[in-house]
């Protein structure tokens, strides 16, 4: 690929669209790419088909529509008592994936690094990369306790005079952890000490499990001001085709984003905008069984994956379920083990490796989604245990 910058050597098809298209291929149950199988709620939808129909489908304006931009500011206040000027403190993105590269490529400056969590949601390197920044990842291990955590003196270490930025993900994709107070206590005094600027996806801040409570890094004493903070309206209202996205915070940091953004999409989903706002104003019962039946549908994954013989981490959030494949291979590739999946018993998973900046780290470790019908997942689980249960 000689044409290709040198960039994104190495980055070649992301694995989302590598397995997706396995499963089509195969006939497989894809519990590979994070999209839900059912729709999201019927106000939402109806509310993008009336837009299309009222002559919303022309270039909205360049922050987003104004009732987006306001109901992203009143769902920061409901949920998390932040106060959000609409006006000058959000910025509506085509998902979170450009919320996300537009931050990195309107912040940072070549020889700049971003201290990140390893494993990462795969568009993170990919755009540090893009911008001639440098990932500086801070590894996220398995504790005997089955959570995730990490060792505060590697982040301690991961922090030097190029640091500009610390990109956090919680709940976090892949391994369905929700950073507790104490880690972002440490992460935000950090942030304070060394003049830096937290970067947060929260794109499954609804989707949290068995109680666990999803913290906003910019409620943490002093972090309003240095903390920009992203979401979007795909995993929230089952809607991860529209790709509407977003970002709210600081005046400065929001502007520094939006100058990279109206370069790359310029604007995008006029009318899923004003649906997206029909949703973000939906009851609290509405979230509230929205995380209830995604964790039911999670612990029929996750039975189902312990009872087919592998080792299995319950997430604390998020639509995904890891497990580790050497209990039942013992070669432990989690990538030659995921490609054969599908014809070895019809189910599509995606190999952690790809979500780590060493993948050695996750080489054993296999991700598979929650976010689907019941029946559909026990109908995997099923095909697994016929597979690889002794
Ligand atoms: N961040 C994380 C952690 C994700 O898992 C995803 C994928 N769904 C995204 C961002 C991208 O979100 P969107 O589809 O809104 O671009
Ligand atoms: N976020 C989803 C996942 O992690 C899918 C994202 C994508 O397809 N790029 O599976």
């Excluded at 912040?107 to 911008?131: H, K």
């Excluded at 400065?252 to 990279?260: D, E, F, G, P, R």
């Excluded at 014809?343 to 979500?355: D, I, T």
Aim: charged share 20%; hydrophobic share 45%.
């Amino acid at each position: 690929m000689k044409w290709a910058t040198s960039k994104l050597a190495g980055y070649g098809t992301t694995i989302f669209a590598e397995m997706s298209a396995l499963a089509v291929k195969t006939g497989a149950i894809n519990l590979g790419q994070g999209f839900p199988d059912s729709d999201g709620p019927p106000e939402v939808l109806d509310a993008a088909v009336s837009a299309i129909r009222s002559g919303l489908n022309q270039y909205p304006p360049g922050l987003g529509v104004p009732e987006l931009r306001k109901a992203i500011a009143d769902h920061q206040k409901r949920f998390y008592g932040l106060q959000i000027d609409p006006e000058r403190e959000v910025l509506v993105t085509a998902g979170a994936t450009e919320a996300i590269a537009s931050v990195l490529l309107g912040m940072l400056e070549v020889g700049d690094e971003v201290v990140v969590f390893d494993p990462m949601y795969d568009s993170y390197q990919a755009c540090i990369s893009l911008a001639g920044a440098r990932a500086v990842p801070v590894l996220l291990t398995p504790g005997e306790d089955g959570r995730y955590h990490f060792d505060a003196a590697v982040l301690r270490a991961a922090i030097s005079a190029r640091t500009k930025l610390i990109l956090l993900n919680t709940p976090h994709n892949p391994t369905g952890k929700v950073f507790t107070r104490v880690e972002m206590e440490l992460i935000a005094s950090l942030a304070k000490q060394h003049n830096l600027v937290v970067i947060t996806d929260e794109v499954y801040e609804h989707l949290c499990f068995d109680g666990n409570t999803h913290i906003a890094m910019a409620t943490l004493p002093g972090m309003r001001e240095r903390t920009l903070t992203i979401s979007s309206g795909g995993k929230t209202f089952q809607t991860t085709g529209w790709k509407i996205g977003w970002m709210s915070g600081p005046h400065s940091l929001v502007t520094a984003a939006k100058t990279a953004k109206q370069f790359l999409t310029y604007v995008n989903g006029a009318p899923f905008q004003p649906a997206m706002a029909v949703g973000l104003a939906l009851p609290d019962s509405y979230y509230q069984s929205l995380a209830a039946t995604l964790q039911i549908a999670r612990d029929h994954l996750a039975k189902g994956l312990v009872a087919a013989g592998f080792t299995t981490y319950l997430p604390e959030a998020t639509y995904f379920v890891t497990v580790d494949i050497r209990s039942v291979d013992s070669r432990g590739d989690g990538m030659a083990f995921c490609r054969s999946l599908p014809e070895r018993c019809g189910v599509v998973a995606v190999p952690s490796e790809v979500f780590y900046a060493e993948p050695e780290s996750g080489k054993h470790l296999v991700r598979f989604a929650c976010c689907k019908q019941l029946a559909i997942i026990d109908e995997a689980v099923k095909r697994l245990a016929n597979a690889f249960a002794q």
